[in-house]
T-cell receptor, first 115, second 114 residues
Framework: DGGITQSPKYLFRKEGQNVTLSCEQN?????MYWYRQDPGQGLRLIYY???????QKGDIAEGYSVSREKKESFPLTVTSAQKNPTAFYLC??????????????FGPGTRLTVT | GEDVEQSLFLSVREGDSSVINCTYT??????LYWYKQEPGAGLQLLTY?????DMKQDQRLTVLLNKKDKHLSLRIADTQTGDSAIYFC??????????????FGTGTQLKVEL
């Protein structure tokens, strides 16, 4: 089955600890994205990557870091510098091929709770 | 910057049609998308429309685009209880090499009552 997997589904951490969220895709997509979703709000872009070993900050990158060492993988680290890390985190991917409709496909999400 | 707005709630009776509305500000939008999110899950792409189209129909779903007014709507015919979810519209600017950064609305919670 082709798709995007995120693990774990639920994650609990103590304040002050860094935590890494996993995102893997087997769709052969060039681009990958991380979003944060808070209750009653839309999705806000944290980081995105168009190609291996390159990534750009989104609208709310402070307190987060990413890496893109492989095309299939785009892990997100929530650092202790992120002031309000408790949220639902969604990973997505899309093709960047000319002539496509560039739609993004989403993983099932990871709910992070920091206490 | 770009802005996408949706009403927060919509309640309909099973079997009726639902119409979810969305307005956007970016006149360079190329593609507009509708996603569905069920509780605790990721977003599922429902349909999309290219900006040079006025309408797109896909089974029970009809998308209408008024580019002049920057207004997008999603009509769900014969709404079922399984359609209860949050619906997001999203717009994409012309792909210029900056990735395909989508701007999402805040989502419309659709509740289908028996």
């Amino acid at each position: 089955d082709g798709g995007i997997t995120q693990s774990p589904k639920y994650l609990f951490r103590k304040e002050g600890q860094n935590v890494t969220l996993s995102c893997e895709q087997n769709l052969n997509h060039d681009a990958m994205y991380w979003y944060r979703q808070d209750p009653g709000q839309g999705l806000r872009l944290i980081y995105y990557s168009q190609i291996v070993n390159d990534f750009q900050k989104g609208d709310i990158a402070e307190g987060y870091s990413v890496s893109r060492e492989k095309k299939e993988s785009f892990p997100l680290t929530v650092t202790s510098a992120q002031k309000n890390p408790t949220a639902f985190y969604l990973c997505a991917s899309s093709t960047l091929e000319a002539g496509s409709s560039y739609e993004q496909y989403f993983g099932p999400g990871t709910r992070l709770t920091v206490t | 910057g770009e802005d996408v707005e949706q009403s927060l709630f919509l309640s309909v009776r099973e079997g009726d049609s639902s119409v979810i509305n969305c307005t956007y500000t970016d006149s360079s939008s190329t593609y507009l998308y509708w996603y569905k999110q069920e509780p605790g899950a990721g977003l599922q792409l429902l349909t999309y429309i290219f900006s040079n189209m006025d309408m797109k129909q896909d089974q029970r779903l009809t998308v209408l685009l008024n580019k002049k007014d920057k207004h997008l709507s999603l009509r769900i015919a014969d709404t079922q209880t399984g359609d209860s979810a949050i619906y997001f519209c999203a717009e994409s600017p012309i792909l210029t090499g900056g990735g395909n950064k989508l701007t999402f609305g805040t989502g419309t919670q659709l509740k289908v009552e028996l």
